[in-house]
C-alpha cells in the first residue's frame, strides 16, 4: 500500500523536489511519517528548522540558491500553518517556485471547533491565490500534487497543498480509474516560450540603437544571463545599474557597473538614470520609479519574462517577452557596432567617483567601529564562491553599496517582501543546497533577535554534516533598530523613540560558544582583519558580534533638500545622537555638493 502521504513525497520527487524544509505536528504526521522511509531510503532531504517561518523562507531560499527547482516547506495544521505565512509571501513576492505542505484537521473534525482548526484555505487564499486545494479523497493527491507544483513553476509563485491528517495515512490512488471525473495529469513540467517574436526584436534593436546613452537595469531576472548581458552591454556601451536582487549578475569592480539602485543605492546609478537617453530594463520591476530617468527623458525597452511586469516603472515602447539569457543573445546581432565609447567613459567617471567617495565613508572613525569598515573588510576577503545572505536594515544597505560582487559569487535576501529575519534561513538554505561552498550572512541586531539566535540552533545541529564549515554570521550590533531610527530622521523628521527602538545588548558570540560554535565580539578598527583571519579559517561556524556605530548616516545617492531638512529638524528636536551624528557622519561622510546641501538645510532652519 503506498498511503496519501507517500505519494505525496513520491510524486514531488518526479517534479524534482527532494529537499522538504519543515517541522513536525499531528496534522502533517502522514507526510512525516512518509519523509522518514524516503530520507532512510535515501530519496528526500529534510530539514528541522526552528520555526516554521524559517521553513518557508528556508524553502525559497533553496531556489534562489540554485539548489531545487521548487521549494517545498512541510509545516502542521493550524499554528505551524500561521506561522509560515511570512516566508510564503517572501517567496511570492520575490517570484519564487514555492510548494506548500499543510497539514489539517482531520475531516470528521472539520466544522467542530476542533483543537488547531484555522480555514486553511482561507489564511492562505492571498499568498497561493495562484493555486490552493484540500485532498479531501486519495483519488485527489495526484491530481493536486501535480498542479500545485506545476503551477508554482509555469507562474513563478507560491501554491499549497492542504492534507487532512486523517486522508494522509488511507491508501493513495495512484493511477485513478479510467472513469467519468478522473484526471489523469501529468509530472513533466511546461516548456515555455522564451524568445519575443522577431519583429519585437528587431523594433527594440532599433529603438536602442537610436539613443546615444544607454542605461541598462538588470534584476533577479538576469542571474544565469551574465555573459548575454555583458555582452549586450558591451554593444550598446551601456551603464548597467544593478537591483538588489540581480547584484550576483554583474561584477561589482566593472568600470561601467555603477552598483545598487535606489534609495540604497550608488551616486553613480543615480546620474546614470538621469543621464541616460535609453533605458533596457532587464529582469527587472525596482518599485522605487523615482530612480529611474525623469518620464520622458528615455526611450525604453523591456525585457521580462512576465508580461504582466513590462511598462510597470516606466513608460517602455518595446516590451520583449522572454527569457533574459535567450532574448538578449537574440538581441544582440541586431544592435550596431560603432559605438564611440564616450559615453561609457563618462559612466566610468561617475562610478569612479562614487567608489572614491565610498572609500572615504569606509576610511570615517567614527565613534564607535564603523560597519562599513567591517563590511568592506570582509568584502575584500570573500572567497570567490562565497554565498551571501542577508538580513533586512542597515545590513541591506552595507550589502549593496560595500559588497563588491565576483563572478561566481550567489547573493539573496528577502528583496521585495524585506522582511526581517530572512538571512540566517537564507543562509542555511544555501549552506544545505551547496555544503562544500562558504556562506556569509550578514545580519542586524534587530533581525538576529528576531529569528538568528534561534536557527544557529539549526546551524550547530547540521554543520558537521557540511563538507566545508565556513558559516560566518556577521552581526552588526549596534543595539538599535537603525534602519528605523533613520528613516524617522530622514523622512518624518522625527527623534528615536527609544522605547520602541533600543534593542538590548546580547552577546551573540558567547551564545554561539555555548552552542559549540566559534564567534568573537569586535569593537575596535584594529582588530578587524585579525577577526575576518579568524573567522575565515575557523573550522566551525563563526559569529562576528561586531560592535558597531548606530549612527554613521544612511544617506540616499541623491539626497534631497527635504530630507537634509528633517534630519536637522530631527536634532533641533533634540535627538540624544544628534552631537555624535554630526561630528561622526555628515560632515565627513559625504561629498562636498552634499555638505552644501547640510548647510543649507541648517541655516534654513536656523534662520542663519
Ligand atoms: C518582519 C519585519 N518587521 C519590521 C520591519 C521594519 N524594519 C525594517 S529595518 C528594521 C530595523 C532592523 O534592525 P536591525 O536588525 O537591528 O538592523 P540595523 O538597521 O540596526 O542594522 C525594521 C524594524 C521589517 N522590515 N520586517
Ligand atoms: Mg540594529
Given at each position: 500500500m503506498t498511503t496519501v502521504g507517500e505519494h505525496v513525497v513520491a510524486r514531488l520527487g518526479e517534479w524534482g523536489v527532494r529537499r522538504f524544509y519543515g517541522y513536525p505536528g499531528d496534522g502533517i504526521g502522514g507526510v512525516m511519517s512518509a519523509l522518514r522511509k524516503a530520507v532512510d531510503a535515501g530519496d528526500a532531504e529534510f530539514v528541522q528548522v526552528r520555526h516554521e517561518e524559517t521553513a518557508a523562507f528556508a524553502a525559497c531560499a533553496d531556489v534562489k540558491y540554485g539548489g531545487s527547482p521548487i521549494g517545498c516547506a512541510v509545516v502542521t495544521s493550524g499554528p505551524g500553518a500561521i506561522h509560515a505565512l511570512n516566508g510564503l509571501y517572501d517567496a511570492k513576492l520575490d517570484h519564487v517556485p514555492v510548494v506548500a505542505l499543510l497539514g489539517h484537521t482531520a475531516r470528521n473534525a472539520?466544522?467542530?471547533?476542533?483543537?488547531?482548526?484555522?480555514?486553511l484555505l482561507t489564511l492562505v487564499k492571498d499568498v497561493a491565490g495562484a493555486y490552493v486545494a484540500q485532498v479531501?479523497?486519495?483519488?485527489q493527491v495526484r491530481h493536486v500534487i501535480d498542479r500545485a507544483a506545476r503551477i508554482a513553476l509555469a507562474h513563478r509563485t507560491v501554491t499549497a497543498v492542504v492534507l487532512p491528517s486523517d486522508v494522509l495515512v488511507e491508501d493513495a490512488v495512484v493511477e485513478p480509474p479510467?472513469?467519468?471525473?478522473?484526471a489523469h495529469t501529468s509530472a513533466v513540467p511546461s516548456t515555455t516560450a522564451t524568445v519575443p517574436p522577431a519583429a519585437a526584436l528587431r523594433e527594440a534593436a532599433a529603438l536602442l540603437d537610436g539613443c546615444e546613452k544607454v542605461a541598462i537595469l538588470a534584476g533577479a531576472g538576469c542571474l544565469g544571463a551574465t555573459p548575454e548581458l555583458t555582452a549586450v552591454a558591451d554593444r550598446l556601451d551601456a551603464g548597467v545599474a544593478k537591483a538588489l536582487l540581480g547584484?550576483?549578475?554583474?561584477?561589482?569592480?566593472?568600470?561601467?557597473?555603477?552598483?545598487a539602485i535606489g534609495l540604497l543605492g550608488t551616486r553613480a546609478s543615480w546620474d546614470l538614470m538621469r543621464e541616460c537617453d535609453g533605458l533596457l530594463i532587464v529582469?527587472?520591476?525596482?518599485?522605487?520609479?523615482?530612480?529611474?530617468?525623469?518620464?520622458?527623458?528615455a526611450r525604453a525597452v523591456q525585457i521580462d519574462?512576465?508580461?504582466?511586469?513590462?511598462g510597470l516603472r516606466y513608460d517602455t515602447e518595446v516590451n520583449l517577452v522572454g527569457d533574459a539569457q535567450e532574448t538578449l543573445a537574440a538581441l544582440l546581432p541586431l544592435?550596431?557596432?560603432?559605438?564611440?565609447?564616450s559615453w561609457r567613459e563618462q559612466v566610468g567617471e561617475w562610478t569612479h567617483a562614487w567608489r572614491e567617495q565610498s572609500a572615504a565613508r569606509v576610511a570615517t572613525r567614527t565613534h564607535e567601529l564603523n560597519p562599513e569598515y567591517v563590511v568592506r573588510e570582509l568584502s575584500d576577503r570573500l572567497p570567490d564562491d562565497a554565498m551571501l545572505a542577508v538580513d533586512c536594515g542597515t545590513a541591506t544597505s552595507h550589502f549593496a553599496r560595500d559588497v563588491d560582487l565576483r563572478p561566481g559569487m550567489l547573493a539573496s535576501l528577502s528583496?521585495?517582501?524585506?522582511?526581517?529575519?530572512g538571512a540566517l534561513p537564507y543562509a542555511i538554505a544555501a549552506k544545505v543546497a551547496h555544503p562544500d561552498r562558504p556562506v556569509f550572512a550578514l545580519v542586524g541586531d534587530g533581525a538576529m533577535q528576531m529569528n538568528g539566535v534561534n536557527e544557529l540552533i539549526t546551524v550547530s545541529r547540521y554543520w558537521?554534516?557540511?563538507?566545508?564549515?565556513t558559516f560566518v554570521v556577521l552581526v552588526l550590533?549596534?543595539?538599535?533598530?537603525s534602519f528605523v531610527t533613520w528613516e524617522m530622521r530622514a523622512m518624518v523628521g522625527d527623534v528615536p523613540f527609544a522605547e520602541s527602538q533600543d534593542l538590548p545588548d546580547v552577546p551573540y558570540a558567547d551564545w554561539a560558544h555555548l552552542l559549540g560554535l566559534g564567534g568573537r565580539r569586535i569593537s575596535e578598527p584594529g582588530e578587524v582583519a585579525g577577526l575576518w583571519a579568524e573567522a575565515l579559517a575557523a573550522d566551525r561556524p563563526f559569529v562576528v558580534d561586531a560592535v558597531v556605530d548606530a549612527n554613521v548616516p544612511l544617506i540616499p545617492?541623491?539626497?534631497?533638500l527635504e530630507q537634509v531638512v528633517n534630519t536637522a529638524k530631527s536634532q533641533l528636536k533634540g535627538d540624544p545622537d544628534a552631537p555624535l551624528i554630526i561630528a561622526d557622519g555628515l560632515r565627513e561622510a559625504v561629498g562636498a555638493p552634499v555638505k552644501g546641501l547640510w548647510h543649507r538645510a541648517k541655516d534654513a532652519i536656523t534662520g542663519g
Open positions: 472539520q466544522g467542530s471547533g476542533y483543537y488547531q482548526e484555522v480555514d479531501s479523497e486519495p483519488s479510467d472513469a467519468h471525473g478522473y547584484k550576483a549578475v554583474l561584477d561589482d569592480r566593472l568600470p561601467w557597473v555603477t552598483g529582469g527587472s520591476t525596482m518599485p522605487y520609479s523615482d530612480f529611474y530617468p525623469a518620464p520622458g527623458q519574462i512576465d508580461g504582466a511586469n513590462c544592435l550596431r557596432t560603432d559605438r564611440d565609447g528583496g521585495t517582501l524585506l522582511s526581517m529575519g558537521r554534516t557540511w563538507a566545508d564549515p550590533n549596534n543595539r538599535d533598530l545617492p541623491h539626497l534631497t
